[in-house]
């Protein structure tokens, strides 16, 4: 006689893709849930290549050239992107970007400008990241319950709502860490170095970011857990005495 290996578990708050999943496979399954948010190692990859592209050719070139270098790099992947079956919204979002950061770079005259609204970017995103944890409504966990069709319960429980102040935080660092490096190398009219660092700081500080949020997930996920388990003893019943008269 076997007993069902997969039995229904206490959610966050609501059912979610991997409530039903093993305890061992679900922060690999949630690490995978953020990549994909974030459109994948493979969109991270991709929103370099405009980038380098753009500063090659204006090293080589001019600002005119380089723009459209960078805007046909950008529509390449899109359409790659669409070939492969994979998201849609990271592609659109690639172009839209490039875009938006050519438009400004043009009307600027200047090839740095091609980065303004990337490090303008990380100081609204820093600003309402580090907001919402003044306020009590952290948003990694406003975010992730949302994309997760969950609910916000997790903010009546002080362990979870710690984990995910502690997460925002540290993606407000990110940013914050992202605008001041960035917006100094604009000020110096550092055009190279200004894609190093819109590459290199993107990649670490992002999975340092990545690996608070999971932790904050998981550690959410423990205590409403831990909350369903007591809300299913009734209150004030104690454990059964042992019988002290001999068998």
Known sequence: MSESSSTPEPSLAGSSPTEDAPD??????QEQTLLEQLGGVSGLAYSAVPIVVFVLVNSLSSLVPAIWAAMGVALLIAVIRVVRKEPLQPAISGVIG???CSYIAYRSGEAKGFFLLGIWTN?????????????????????WSALNSLGM???????????????????????????????????????????????????????????????????????????????????????????????
Do not use: C, H, N
């Not at 061992?24 to 399954?29: D, G, H, I, L, S």
């Not at 660092?197 to 932790?215: H, N």
């Open 123 to 143: 100081l609204i995103y820093g600003g309402a990241f580090l907001a919402s944890v003044v306020v009590r409504w952290p948003l990694v966990g406003v975010a």
């Open 153 to 247: 319960g997790w903010r009546k429980q002080r362990k979870a709502l710690v984990a995910y102040d502690i997460a925002t935080v540290s993606w407000t660092a990110v940013f914050a860490a992202k605008y001041v490096v960035q917006q100094w190398l604009y000020a110096a009219d550092e055009t190279g170095w200004l894609a190093v660092a819109r590459i290199a700081m993107g990649y670490p500080l992002t999975g340092l970011a990545l690996i608070v949020t999971v932790w904050a997930v998981r550690r959410a996920r423990q205590v409403a857990e831990e909350a369903a388990v007591q809300t299913a003893v009734s209150p004030g019943a104690s454990p059964p005495r042992p019988d002290p008269s001999p068998g």
């Open 98 to 100: 490039v875009a938006v």
């Open 24 to 29: 061992t496979q679900r922060p690999r399954m």
